[in-house]
Nanobody, 123 residues
Framework: QVQLVESGGGLVQAGGSLRLSCAASGRTFSNYAMGWFRQAPGKEREFVAAISRNGGSTYYTNSVRGRFTISRDNAENTVYLQMDSLKPEDTAVYYC????????????????WGQGTQVTVSS
């Protein structure tokens, strides 16, 4: 089992920044690719960003590329999502998730999920 706990969400004005953290415990963190997903009211959960097990590769959905940065610290068992130039359309509950071996864009491929953290961007 892997337990994931997100933090860092909140209310921010458009153009502002937030940094989300996801702390992992349980099995060896470096064995898992990590992803960030988000879900807005009335919408399906969507892929935001992912990072490979050693942090050497990162992946982003087009709408956040250049504004968001995913990173991880395997010594601290934590994955981060730095969100800059935030827009109202980024408003959602953000979830981190863990997956064995290679990353995936599909939420259904991830085994472990955090409880989510709310991000609200006001215009």
């Amino acid at each position: 089992q892997v337990q994931l706990v997100e933090s860092g969400g909140g209310l921010v004005q458009a153009g502002g920044s937030l940094r989300l953290s996801c702390a992992a415990s349980g099995r060896t963190f470096s064995n898992y690719a990590m992803g960030w997903f988000r879900q807005a009211p009335g919408k399906e959960r969507e892929f935001v960003a992912a990072i490979s097990r050693n942090g050497g590769s990162t992946y982003y959905t087009n709408s956040v590329r250049g504004r968001f940065t995913i990173s991880r610290d395997n010594a601290e068992n934590t994955v981060y999502l730095q969100m800059d130039s935030l827009k109202p359309e980024d408003t959602a509950v953000y979830y981190c998730a863990a997956k064995d071996s290679a990353f995936s864009y599909q939420p259904s491929r991830y085994t472990y999920w955090g409880q989510g953290t709310q991000v609200t961007v006001s215009s």
